[in-house]
């Protein structure tokens, strides 16, 4: 191995390890005096805030809404331009661009004006404004996950084999096109899970209490705890994206996926 | 037999009209089949392109949404005009040092002599890293830099205060070092199919040619790199310019960035025109639409070398 190659690798492995340590020492501290190492006190401050299991119970909630209408919505409609309509591909692979190139910040400005006026049911609950957004942030990851899941099985023949059986629409499919993509759908929506575990930009300028907030809101008055939380909020990321590859062999997206709406 | 034949041959075709009668019968029946995409484009257009136009549209308007220039002239005043120029800027500085140190550390993880299980280790890594950020990401480096970071007491016990020699995290410097940390993973993921692209054989065919080092990079490696490292520019550009939740929480919103001030519009209590903050992301489309704009040719040149 050539010096310059493990020079450069281990700086590199510094500069990504170093913040990891730190947050991990900053969690375990008691207070700033630099009491002796080390305490779980963080860990128990966070079990017992109420504010965090409210916040991170609003969060999955959502992450499960917006996966559930993603699915509802992109694989019905995927699934028929496969079989029937496959000059659209191109067009919705284009519109599933557009999330990635709007930043959310801009998006979160239009929404705002759009929705502006909407029942308050919608325009005041996270259950409408937050996830009718985050449906949006999700669905290029939705996309090109449920594509290549439909590319890979023969849309056609397993239609007109379960048609042919005398299976209705909705029967073929539920129980013979969605098995079929199962892995694929699971890892667009690890990814929608990662997304909105982490969302913060369209959260808080519609000033929604999610747990990206909560943590924020951590950040700016307890320092210790904060670590603790930190940890916890990488774990989720982690584990989201380790499912991902457990779910599915590489994929187009897959891991290099890098998710919009979180810086 | 032959009737059979045929019979069959009809059967299959009456049944592949019937499950695909679009095949067949023209368009006859083609809106139906598109019928089925309503949903999708009726959510599309109520939660992409219409805030995205409302946003265009907005930028021009005044309070009693009269058709205006003022929010636009506006953006040319300070503080906006700095608070583009920041942000171009620690896009640029970004953008710019991710690509070439994110090439760099692909290409010692990737090139021969480098054991495998490292470029195995860092591509899982970077896939996980390129979606750390956001406000757990702020934190971790206020716990290794900030004023009571790990880093920074080190640095002080051994005699060299970081803050007395002129850097603070929570300055423009800050910001872009730890922009860094989803930029490189980023950078790696997507050149490293590129950098798989440099044959060994044309390393081995410059130095049998009797090519230095470094003349086989800038004859040969970087021209082919070319479309791709322009490519992952763009990419990282985009990526620091629409970044808002890591430069809020690390700054706590003090840094002069557009999506802060936009942010402003909306947490504080300054929301006297909302317009300005839609002409704000207005003049971002602006800015990304220049960089498309400057990428292409560029892209087309560069792209020459590639066929």
């Known amino acids: ?263 | 037999m032959a009737d059979e034949g045929r019979q069959l041959a009809i059967a299959s075709d009456a049944a592949s009209q019937a499950l695909r009668p679009d095949v067949r019968s023209g368009r006859r029946r083609l809106p139906l089949a598109w019928l089925a995409t309503v949903p999708f484009f009726a959510y599309t257009i109520a939660f992409l392109f219409a805030p995205a136009a409302s946003v265009l549209v907005g930028a021009f308007q005044d309070q009693k949404n009269q058709a205006t220039l003022s929010n636009i002239r506006l953006l040319f005043h300070q503080p906006y005009i700095a608070a583009y120029k920041t942000s171009i800027e620690i896009s640029l500085v970004t953008a710019l040092l991710g690509a070439v140190l994110g090439l760099l550390i692909a290409y010692a993880a990737i090139r021969e002599g480098t054991p495998k299980f490292i470029r195995a280790t860092l591509a899982t890594f970077s896939g996980v890293a390129a979606n750390f950020g956001g406000i757990p990401l702020a934190f971790a480096f206020v716990a290794t830099l900030g004023p009571l970071g790990i880093v920074t007491t080190w640095l002080r016990n051994a005699g060299w205060d970081p803050s007395e020699h002129g850097f603070q995290l929570y300055s423009k410097a800050g910001v872009e070092l730890t922009y860094m940390y989803f930029q490189l993973p980023l950078m790696i993921l997507v050149i490293a199919p590129a950098i798989d692209g440099l044959r060994k054989e044309w390393r081995e065919a410059a130095a049998n040619l009797g090519a230095k080092q470094w003349q086989f990079w800038r004859y040969v490696g970087i021209p082919v790199l070319m479309p791709s490292l322009l490519g992952a520019v763009i990419l990282l550009f985009g990526n620091s310019f629409a970044a808002y939740a890591t430069a809020y929480s690390l700054t706590s919103g003090t840094v002069n960035i557009v999506p802060i001030l936009i942010g402003a519009y909306y947490t504080g209590n300054v929301l006297d025109n909302p317009h300005i903050a839609q002409a704000l992301a207005f003049g971002m489309f602006v800015v990304l639409a220049v960089m498309m704009l400057l990428y292409l040719p560029l892209q087309r040149r560069a792209a020459r070398w590639s066929k």
């Open chain 1, 1 to 263: 191995m050539a010096p310059s190659a493990i020079v450069l690798l281990l700086l590199a492995a510094t500069y990504f390890i170093v913040p990891l340590y730190a947050t991990l020492a900053f969690s375990l501290k008691k207070n700033e005096a630099g009491a002796p190492c080390c305490t779980l006190a963080n860990y128990s401050w966070v079990i017992h805030n109420p504010d965090f299991w409210h916040t991170i119970k609003i969060s999955f909630l959502l992450a499960l809404e917006t996966i559930v209408i993603s699915l509802v919505l992109f694989v019905p409609t995927i699934y028929w331009v496969h079989l029937r309509l496959p000059r659209l591909r191109p067009v919705i692979a284009f519109l599933a661009l557009i999330p990635f190139v709007v930043p959310p910040i801009v998006m979160v400005v239009g929404l705002l004006r759009v929705l502006q006026g909407t029942p308050q049911w919608f325009y005041g609950t996270p259950w409408g404004f937050l996830a009718a957004a985050y449906v949006i942030l999700a669905f290029p990851y939705m996309f090109f996950s449920l594509d290549a899941g439909f590319r890979a099985i023969d849309v056609h023949t397993l239609t007109e084999a379960s048609q042919s059986l005398g299976a209705s629409w909705p029967t073929t499919l539920i129980k013979v096109i969605v098995p079929n993509i199962r892995a694929a759908a699971l890892a667009g929506s690890f990814l929608a899970l990662a997304i909105v575990m982490g969302e913060f930009t369209i959260a808080n300028l519609a000033a929604f209490h999610t747990f990206p907030i909560f943590l924020q809101y951590v950040n700016e008055s307890a320092g210790f705890p904060a670590g603790a939380l930190t940890l916890l909020s990488f774990l989720i990321t982690w584990g989201a994206m380790a499912s991902l590859l457990l779910v599915g062999r590489r994929r187009r997206l897959g891991l290099g996926a890098n998710i919009a709406g979180r810086r």
